[in-house]
């Protein structure tokens, strides 16, 4: 009795959301330009920019260092100031992100073993890219001392050799990408999920549902399991993207990730239902949905570290579901995490889950009361 | 007589190229100081005659003037004149009274001390002053419509459109509606009032009456009604056979209408037929008396009479549980903080009867019929269906239980097939039970044809079809039914009827909520609810008969209906005093 039920609703949720082409389209398409979009367009990358100079210098070691920029892969070309009024009209109008100016003594200074300065001139106005660049120039300036006394036959004291594990070549790529494995598919989840409970209510069948022997929990179950269906497709066919078309690969078990992508689903379903179980109708969903999703995709330490976070904000990272899958997705794809550590990350999501569940089951019974 | 507010002459049109035109060749004028009807079954182009003569839509072919302007060319300037008030008004809902009227009076160029005195007569005349800051929609059905029509008159016009402004309308509300509408004209405005409600035709001096695009008739409704006088026939005394002889004489091709009236039935015959007497209806204990025609029986003879579908009642004879009666409310009390929506209301229903829960908008009907399904749990008391509260059994209760809601819930998006199959899978029918139950409705509603049709796209007597398989097909002893032919025209309303007396005849229980007389007639007994509390519990011919007076020799039962709410208010204020 109870299984008919619960089927014939999860059917019709099935045959509402793929009912048409257009709304098939719907499904498929969206998550598909969004994927492209976030993986080519939104790098944090610094690559292929141009890089100004302004060399009141008539030695040969500017020319020297200024070649060493020529050669360096992140910048396209150099491009040459005469004047600090040129430099500064080109950062003003973003021709080039910084400028180097580089003193007219620094070949006399370096020939004479004293410390050259060199200034970087950032477009603060880009403060991320900008930093990156602080740091491309700076190591550049530093080697090209290092080595001008190691030719001078100076030895330094000590050396610093980095190795990056996990992702060796620091490549945003592989620990960006991954992770829309999960954002996509909760975006749209949530919106298949809490839009179907705000149509029926606008539609009046909502109430149809109520008065029939489906009792609330069994609303919110045929519910779930619909976007759960549609979420972990449209995760299967990310992954499959990111390994195949990106080469990124999974480290780690596949098993593993999909049990934390389930449990993940489920928690983002939960909170899907809850916002819906408030709405009456749908653009209040929508409404509440984004007012939602920024935050959780925020606080979920994809973009900037949890650890970043000021404290009082952390326990709130911890209460989003995004936060653990992040981590369990970064621990599978870029290292083979050890299956104790991604439980320590499934058991919070499951306790989401079975929070915002419950908590959309109550409300749905609220309304009757 | 002056020259027309509205000339149109052969007027058609057409929405999509292969589309039968929703208007066609249709020539006729709008007087001015009156009131025209256009009453219509749905679908016959009320709305769209109604958007021509605004000038918001093209004419296909053909020619409208309005106010001597043009409506193809000089669209602005009848924009300007007219006031028109579409069937849904646009009032800003999250706006108060004051910021709706406001912000139309804006929009119309009313500014200043036009302004002013223009707010000042409205609210005086839609009697809303005292609600100014009160929010559109915290409004009542008919206190929007009020408010609808004041910004609909902002700009004093010389006509005014009105798109079935008394759909959702309480009687009371809709008497003031009307007594509004007269005094503009007194004014000299012109008023045109599309309806499918048909005892309104009768308010009006003139009807065009509209059929799949064409004037089947223009004039006074009361030469119209004339035609038919002589046919029309209330046979009484037919006791609980009544629903089943109104079947039987429906198959004869000599009673074109045929419609319950309390305990009577109402007859029409087809022109030339000969008088039905108690044995040609076959029911010999039967009296029959010839009665003056109303405009609906008009209406109908004149579209041909009601669609003669053979009805084959869906479902089988329910199980008796016997002991109890099959719905119940026991001192049912609702309360919303301070306010008291529903005060003790008690009452039963028989097994095989249709019960009616009348009132006016906002006085606890919604409450009270929400709480008999489950929808609402009650503060205090018990609803109970076959002897199961709904509270304590939820779930077998619901499944005793058939719910159809006002405006058909059903998913649009699916075809009539997956609707049917979601139900039956909700009801937990499964294999060749769903099958069989599938099958059943599918032959008594004849959805055959539509099987594979999304259900949004349906016409309404086909969506009311479906809504009532969904809600039936589980077989449920009890059926309650929300404002069921709610804004539905004549047509539609008695060929749902129809199925319903046929379900009755089985045993099936009914309750419905109405506030529209014409369903109220249906019912064997109605519980009138007012504010909160059920003031009168009887069947409609006792209600009519207790308010008899001098003044009202033949109340109808809406003028019961008001009669007994005056005497309530009455009899409230001589307790406070």
Not at chain 1, 119 to 140: E, P, W
Not at chain 2, 82 to 110: C, H, K, W
Not at chain 2, 476 to 493: A, H, I, N, Y
């Amino acid at each position: 009795m109870i299984w008919t039920r619960l089927l014939a609703l999860i059917v019709k949720e099935l045959l509402a959301a793929f009912r048409d082409r257009k709304a098939r389209m719907a499904l498929v398409l969206p998550p598909l330009v969004q994927f492209f979009l976030f993986a080519y367009a939104a790098t944090l990358e610094v690559s292929n920019v141009p890089v100004g100079v302004y060399n009141q210098d008539w030695g040969a070691y500017s020319e020297q260092l200024i070649g060493r920029f020529e050669r360096a892969s992140a910048f396209s070309e150099v491009r040459r100031y005469a004047s600090e009024a040129d430099a500064r009209d080109a950062i003003d109008r973003q021709d080039v992100m910084v400028v180097v100016q580089i003193g007219q003594d620094f070949s006399r200074k370096l020939a004479g073993g004293e410390k050259p300065s060199v200034q970087l001139l950032l477009d603060g106005r880009k403060s991320n890219s900008a930093q990156l660049l602080n740091n491309y120039l700076g190591t550049i300036v530093a080697q090209f001392s290092v080595d001008f006394r190691n030719g001078l036959a100076y030895r330094p004291m000590s050396e610093i050799v980095d190795r990056s594990w996990y992702n060796p070549n620091r490549g945003y790529r592989e620990s960006m990408v991954p992770i829309l494995i999960a954002t996509l598919p909760m975006t749209m989840v949530m919106m298949i999920v809490g839009m179907s409970v705000a149509r029926e209510r606008e539609l009046g069948t909502f109430e149809q549902l109520l008065v029939s022997p489906l009792q609330p929990l069994e609303i919110v179950v045929g519910k779930s399991v619909p976007g759960l269906i549609v979420g972990l497709a449209q995760c299967a066919i990310i992954a499959v993207i990111v390994t195949q078309l990106f080469g990124i690969h999974i480290t780690g078990s596949v098993v593993v990730l999909f049990t934390g992508l389930t449990i993940f689903l489920v928690a983002t379903i939960g909170i899907g239902l809850f916002i819906s179980s408030f709405v009456s109708n749908q653009q209040q969903a929508m409404m509440g949905i984004m007012v939602t999703m920024m935050p959780l995709m925020m606080l979920s330490g994809f973009s900037s570290p949890v650890q970043n976070m000021p404290t009082w904000l952390q326990p709130l990272a911890q209460i989003n579901p995004l936060t653990h899958i992040v981590v369990i997705i970064r621990g599978v794809f870029l290292r083979d995490m050890p299956f104790w550590l991604v439980a320590e990350r499934l058991w919070p999501m499951i306790a989401i889950a079975a929070v915002t569940i419950t908590a959309a089951a109550w409300m749905f019974r609220r309304k009757i009361q | 007589m002056v020259s027309p507010l509205v000339s149109i002459e052969g007027l058609s049109k057409v929405f999509a190229p292969n589309a039968p035109a929703a208007i066609q060749a249709l020539t006729t004028e709008i007087k001015a100081g009156q009131v025209t009807g256009l009453v219509g079954p749905d679908g016959a182009g009320k709305t769209t005659l109604m958007r021509l003569m605004a000038a918001l839509l093209e004419p296909t072919e053909g020619r409208i003037a309005v106010l001597g302007h043009d409506a193809r060319s000089e669209a602005t300037a009848i924009h300007d004149e007219i006031g028109y008030m579409p069937q849904r008004f646009g009032l800003y809902e999250d706006l108060s009274v004051m910021e709706n009227l406001t912000l139309y009076a804006d929009l119309r160029g009313v500014v200043g001390d036009e302004r002013k005195a223009t707010f000042e007569r409205l609210l005086a005349f839609t009697d809303l002053a005292r609600f100014t800051d009160r929010l559109a929609g915290a409004l009542s059905g008919g206190m929007k419509q009020k408010l609808g029509l004041a910004c609909a008159m902002l700009k004093s016009p010389k006509l005014l459109l009105l798109d079935e402004p008394s759909v959702g309308v309480d009687p009371i509300s809709r008497r003031e509606l009307w007594k509004m509408v007269y005094s503009l004209i007194d004014h000299g405005v012109g008023v045109v009032w599309s309806t499918a409600y048909l005892d309104e035709a009768e308010n009006c001096a003139e009807v065009i009456v509209l059929n799949e695009g064409r004037v089947l008739f223009q004039g006074d409704p009361k030469a119209m009604t004339a035609g038919i006088s002589g046919r029309v026939f209330q046979v009484h005394g037919a006791g609980a056979d009544r629903r089943s002889l109104l079947a039987r004489t429906l198959a004869s091709p000599d009673i074109i209408d045929g419609v319950m009236q309390g305990e009577a039935i109402r007859l029409v015959t087809a022109e030339g037929a000969a008088e039905p007497t108690p044995q040609s209806i076959g029911a010999s204990s039967v009296v029959i008396n010839n009665v003056p025609p109303r405009f609906e029986d008009a209406f109908v003879a004149m579209l041909g009479g009601q669609p003669k579908r053979t009805l084959t009642a869906p479902g089988r004879q329910p199980e008796r549980h016997d002991g109890h009666a099959p719905v119940e409310a026991k001192s049912l009390t609702r309360r919303f903080g301070d306010f008291t929506a529903a005060d003790h209301i008690t009452f039963e229903i028989a097994r095989g009867e249709i019960f009616g829960l009348l009132g006016p908008n906002g006085a606890g009907k919604s409450t009270t019929f929400k709480m008999m399904c489950g929808l609402l749990r009650p503060t205090e008391g018990a609803a109970l269906v076959d002897g199961l509260d709904l509270y304590m059994a939820p779930s077998a209760a619901r499944a005793r239980l058939g719910y159809m809601a006002q405006k058909f819930s059903l998913y649009g998006d699916l075809s009539v097939a997956q609707n049917l199959d979601f139900f039956a899978g909700a009801y937990g029918l499964s294999g060749a039970k769903r099958r069989e139950a599938v099958a059943r409705v599918i032959d008594a509603f004849d959805l055959k044809a539509k099987l594979h049709q999304n259900a949004g796209g349906l016409p309404l007597g086909f969506k009311q079809r479906l809504a009532l398989s969904c809600a039936i097909m589980h077989e449920p002893p009890v059926l309650f039914l929300d404002e069921p032919t709610s804004g539905v025209d004549p047509l539609t309303r008695r060929e749902f009827w129809g199925y319903i007396n046929a379900m009755v005849g089985r045993g099936v229980t009914i309750m419905v909520t109405t506030h529209f007389m014409d369903e109220a007639e249906y019912c064997d007994r109605v519980g009138l609810i007012y504010r909160g509390k059920c003031i009168a519990i009887d069947t409609p011919e006792a209600l009519q008969a207790s308010v008899k007076s001098k003044e009202l020799p033949h109340p109808t039962l809406e003028d019961a209906f008001i009669a007994l709410v005056e005497a309530h208010d009455l009899r409230q204020q001589q307790a406070a005093a």
